[in-house]
Antibody, heavy 113, light 107 residues
């Protein structure tokens, strides 16, 4: 059974950092393209970052230069390193497989002083 | 960037009604379009992929059509459990983009 479980969210001050994790089971992360999608409170969905099976990475303009997507093949886990966090980064962050056939339950990131 | 314009932003309909949501891409995306259902506090659920293919386990009252820039999502007979927000999403580009969402309510 395919499962994605995010962790690492929490409250952080503006300018701070967090690393989100997405542990996958039932499939191999490195054989798929994987995404991070976020949803600000009461708002719509925003695609944040993608990592392709070959290792290429892409970012939304809103996070470029601040966020880094990566994966650990030995742990079958996807990561999102978030630096220089801003209030507008406050959102539930989801990891998703491929075009979005499977999603995690989401982890809340709150950026506030 | 490819922009997705989804309409309407909200919709009120009665049980049994036929409901239609449209999504327009700012450029040709072939059939690289998904439709999702999201209920409060839950992750989005994939309903339709490649514009018109029903995801496994999704009821047949849900359907999608279109290609190029214009797409349609239809619920043939609205059920109470269909109350949710629906999103289109293109994945023709390296980084996908979502429509603004359609909040569906029961009249």
């Amino acid at each position: 059974e395919v499962q994605l479980v995010e962790s690492g969210g929490g409250l952080v001050q503006p300018g701070g950092s967090l690393r989100l994790s997405c542990a996958a089971s039932g499939f191999t992360v490195s054989s798929n393209y994987m995404s991070w999608v976020r949803q600000a409170p009461g708002k719509g969905l925003e695609w944040v970052s993608v990592i392709y099976s070959g290792g290429s990475t892409y970012y939304a303009d809103s996070v470029k230069g601040r966020f880094t997507i990566s994966r650990d093949n030995s742990k079958n886990t996807l990561y999102l390193q978030m630096n220089s966090l801003r209030a507008e980064d406050t959102a539930v962050y989801y990891c998703a497989r491929g075009h979005g056939d499977y999603w995690g339950q989401g982890t809340l990131v709150t950026v506030s002083s | 960037d490819i922009q997705m314009t989804q309409s309407p932003s909200s919709l009120s309909a009665s049980v049994g009604d036929r409901v239609t949501i449209t999504c327009q891409a700012s450029q040709d995306i072939s059939n690289y379009l998904n439709w999702y259902q999201q209920k409060p506090g839950k992750a989005p659920k994939l309903l339709i992929y490649d514009a018109s293919n029903l995801e496994t386990g999704v009821p047949s009252r849900f359907s999608g059509s279109g290609s190029g820039t214009d797409f349609t999502f239809t619920i043939s007979s609205l059920q109470p459990e269909d109350i949710a927000t629906y999103y289109c999403q293109q994945y023709d580009n390296l980084l996908g983009t979502f429509g603004q969402g359609t909040r569906l309510e029961i009249k």
